[in-house]
């Protein structure tokens, strides 16, 4: 695998320790009666690590080219994709302003100052907060607008890192676990993740002929389905590395949300807790942990057949914003 460039020939700047473990969890496995396989992007490494490491080495080779001084990005309260770029901007030498909504009604003083919240400060991030119920996407545009009218050269990072540069870094993910997979003699069945903006899954999918299931975090599976499906669309038409990713098959699971984005569920607290206690690694109360809570259910159900990988996408700091559920 060439390390600047992959065969898009698309620049990366290099952030992760690259390749992450694929781990066999033989603990998990004997308990659920099923194959399981964990890709550990939760030790991408850099600050934190996460998966939005990988889609951040694409965007911010982007941002480098384009001359910015400054990268806007927005999400949620707790965003780890928020928290990334701040780390990111930082080592480039970049100014990060986040936009942050407080999406998640009843939660704690922990989930409004820790977590994500207080790396953010201590990489010196501009933090703006939002309120519930605010226009998101027109403060964000606001934002853009008052810093550029201000002298700043913005590099504009949509929500999640999830545009098809950020898919990238999932695409070449998924090179990655093909790689790790044939060198043991394995045939993964189908990976498995959580999905929230749809660009890790889409990266994914355009990357491999593995099917990808993506355990939604929030979004309905036809909302989600048609978000990856867009970026598939737009990268095997755009990027001719992956034309044959043209067509395939979105699969989206929706029944692990619970109320809402970032609302806790009781399942996704006990997959927290068995993966914790089976196997010492430690899952996120809004993205792995509903998607772990997926991977359980399915197996309950008895449709794991063969080898799955679970992708660990990282967001531990969370854990300690969530400190009334766990
Ligand atoms: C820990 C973690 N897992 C999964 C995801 C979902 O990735 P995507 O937004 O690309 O669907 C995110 C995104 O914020 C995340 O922070």
Redesign the pocket.
Known sequence: MKDHTDTTGAARVLLAQLPTPLERLDRLSAHLGAEIWMKRDDLTGFAGG???VR?LEYLMAEAKAAGADTVVTA?ALQ???ARQTAAAATRLGMRAVLVLTEAVAGRTAAYDRGGNLALDRLLGAEIRRLPAGSDGAAAFAETVAELEARGARVYPIPV???NLTGALGYARAAAEIEEQAAAIGLAPARIV?????????AGLVLGTAIPVL?IS?ASSAAELAAKVGALVAEGARSLPAFAGAAGREILVDDRFVGPGYGQPTEAMRAALQTVAELEAIFL?P???GK?MAGLIALAQEGRLEGPSVFLH???MPAIFAYDDVI
């Open positions: 996460g998966n939005k889609k999400g965003s780890n994709h999640g890192g999830s993740t959580g999905s929230g903006s749809a660009g890790t899954q993506g975090v996120d809004v993205y792995s998607a996408t990282g967001g």
